[in-house]
C-alpha cells in the first residue's frame, strides 16, 4: 500500500530532550516537506526536501532540523524543544522532481502530536 | 507573497443542504488551487485541485470547486451535505511560475453537519 508512514504518531517530552519523528514514505517520491498544525493557524511549512541531500527552510525552520540521506526517509529533529513547538506534525511528500506545488498532489502521513513540558 | 483567505473558520449545515467553503487567493500569476480534507485524527488527503485545464473542477464524495480568476476565488461546493462530510477542510495555494515557492494553506474551515 501506498503511504507516508510517521513515528511516533504521539509524543510527551520535556524541554531540552532532544527527539527524533521518523517519516518515511514509499512511493519513491523526489519532494518531502515537514508541516505544523496548529489552532487558528492552519499548516505552517517548516522544512521541505526536493531531493536527496537537498533540503531548504520552509516558513517556521526555527527550532527544528531535517536530513534527506536517503529518498525514503526524511526525519525531523528537535535538537532542544521547548513548550511553543507543541503541535501536531505531519509529514508529506509529493512525486515531483522539479516542485511540488506545479500541480502535483501531497500525500501526508497520519500525523505525530507531540506535547512538551 | 502568495495567500489563502478562508472565509469562516466553523460552517454549520443540516444533512441533505448545500455545502459552500469559501477560499480566495492572493497571488501575482493564476496559481494552482488545492482543497484538501482532514477527517478527524488522520493525515490530510485531496479532494481536488485546479492546474490551468478546466475551471470547474470535480473531486471526491460529489465535491467541486470552481476557479474564477476575476473574483480570485475557487469556492467549494456539494450538493447535499452527508454526516460523513463532518471534516475540516484547508484550500490551499501554490505558484506555477517556478521556484521552490511551498504550498501555502489556508487556517482551515471545520465543517459540521447537524442530524
Known amino acids: 500500500e501506498a503511504q507516508v508512514t510517521q513515528n511516533p504518531r504521539y509524543l510527551i517530552t520535556v524541554t531540552g530532550k532532544k527527539l527524533t519523528v521518523t517519516c518515511s514514505q514509499n512511493?519513491?517520491?523526489?519532494?518531502m516537506s515537514w508541516y505544523r498544525q496548529d489552532p487558528g493557524l492552519g499548516l505552517r511549512q517548516i522544512y521541505y526536501?526536493?531531493?536527496?541531500?537537498?533540503?531548504d527552510k520552509g516558513d517556521v525552520p526555527e527550532g527544528y532540523k531535517v536530513s534527506r540521506k536517503e529518498k525514503r526517509n526524511f526525519p525531523l529533529i528537535l535538537e532542544s524543544p521547548s513548550p511553543n513547538q507543541t503541535s501536531l506534525y505531519f509529514c508529506?511528500?509529493?512525486?515531483?522532481?522539479?516542485?511540488?506545488?506545479?500541480?502535483?498532489?501531497?500525500?501526508f502521513g497520519p500525523g505525530t502530536r507531540l506535547l512538551v513540558l | 507573497a502568495q495567500s489563502v483567505t478562508q472565509l469562516g473558520s466553523h460552517v454549520s449545515v443540516s444533512e441533505g443542504a448545500l455545502v459552500l467553503l469559501r477560499c480566495n487567493y492572493s497571488?501575482?500569476?493564476?496559481?494552482?488551487l488545492f482543497w484538501y480534507v482532514q477527517y478527524p485524527n488522520q493525515g490530510l488527503q485531496l479532494l481536488l485541485k485546479?492546474?490551468?485545464?478546466?475551471?470547474l473542477v470535480k473531486g471526491i464524495n460529489d465535491f467541486e470547486a470552481e476557479f474564477k480568476k476575476s473574483e480570485t476565488s475557487f469556492h467549494l461546493t456539494k450538493p447535499s451535505a452527508h454526516m460523513s462530510d463532518a471534516a475540516e477542510y484547508f484550500c490551499?495555494?501554490?505558484?506555477?511560475?517556478?521556484?521552490?515557492?511551498?504550498?501555502?494553506f489556508g487556517k482551515g474551515t471545520r465543517l459540521s453537519v447537524i442530524a
Open positions: 490551499a495555494v501554490s505558484d506555477p511560475g517556478g521556484g521552490n515557492t511551498p504550498l501555502v
Open positions: 526536501s526536493m531531493n536527496v541531500e537537498v533540503t
Open positions: 512511493m519513491n517520491h523526489e519532494y
Open positions: 508529506a511528500s509529493s512525486p515531483s522532481l522539479s516542485f511540488s506545488g506545479r500541480g502535483e498532489t501531497q500525500y
Open positions: 485546479y492546474t490551468s485545464a478546466a475551471t
Open positions: 497571488s501575482s500569476v493564476p496559481p494552482y
